[in-house]
């Protein structure tokens, strides 16, 4: 059973950073930290509560890439190329989760043969 917190709590993490970094702060650091963590934390919940937690949040993560409500962006901004960040800031985000996903997966496939 996936877990509907686990996935709102990263899902949630991941938007704003995408608002900070539209609003122009640096988030590398910080984004590159909460990655591993939702990586670490989605296997605990694998193991814990059942499949798919890292799978599920990319999806979420992917459905909350096209919402765009205008309030986070710069003051002057076209609300459609701020759109367009928001998009692609958040679809690297749910790559980089898949890919990290992938490479366990793969990692463990290695291990057993």
């Not at 990263?10 to 910080?30: L, P």
């Not at 605990?44 to 992917?62: E, S, Y």
């Amino acid at each position: 059973m996936i877990v509907e917190n686990f996935i709102r709590l990263y899902a949630h993490d991941f938007s704003q950073m995408a608002g900070r970094a539209e609003m122009g702060q640096d988030v590398d650091d910080a984004l590159a930290r909460r990655l591993r963590d939702a990586d670490n934390h989605a296997q605990v919940m694998d193991q814990r509560k059942g499949k798919g937690h890292l799978t599920a949040l990319v999806a979420r993560i992917r459905e909350e890439a096209s919402v765009f409500n205008g309030r986070v962006m710069r003051n002057g901004a076209d609300p459609a190329e701020a759109a367009a960040r928001r998009e692609a800031f958040l679809s690297d985000v749910a790559d980089t989760l898949e890919n990290l996903r992938a490479a366990r997966k793969a990692e463990g496939q290695q291990a057993h043969a």
